[in-house]
Nanobody
Framework: QVQLVESGGGLVQPGGSLRLSCSGS????????FGWYRQAPGNQRELVAS???????DYADAVKGRFTISRDNPKSILSLQMNNLKPEDTAVYYC??????WGQGTQVTVSS
């Protein structure tokens, strides 16, 4: 069955960096499109970044220039490098496979 497992969240000070990973199994990773989403308390889940099977990327305006989405097909790992983090980046971050499958989420807290 499809499994998506996120890791790498935590507490970081403003201006700091974190790298999130999403390990996938049970499907053809290299032929799949992915997205990173986040949901802050009281807010709707929003798309942060996406990457196609061909490697095309797209970013929400709020994270452009700070976040980088990437994929390692041989290792079946999706990553999100987050730099210059801001308090408003605080949320639970989820990876999503295609239109249907979600990981369990990982908490990112940006606070001094």
């Amino acid at each position: 069955q499809v499994q998506l497992v996120e890791s790498g969240g935590g507490l970081v000070q403003p201006g700091g960096s974190l790298r999130l990973s999403c390990s996938g199994s049970g499907f053809s990773f290299r032929y799949s499109d992915f997205g990173w989403y986040r949901q802050a308390p009281g807010n709707q889940r929003e798309l942060v970044a996406s990457i196609t099977s061909e490697g095309r990327t797209d970013y929400a305006d709020a994270v452009k220039g700070r976040f980088t989405i990437s994929r390692d097909n041989p290792k079946s790992i999706l990553s999100l490098q987050m730099n210059n983090l801001k308090p408003e980046d605080t949320a639970v971050y989820y990876c999503k496979l295609g239109k249907k499958y979600w990981g369990q989420g990982t908490q990112v807290t940006v606070s001094s």
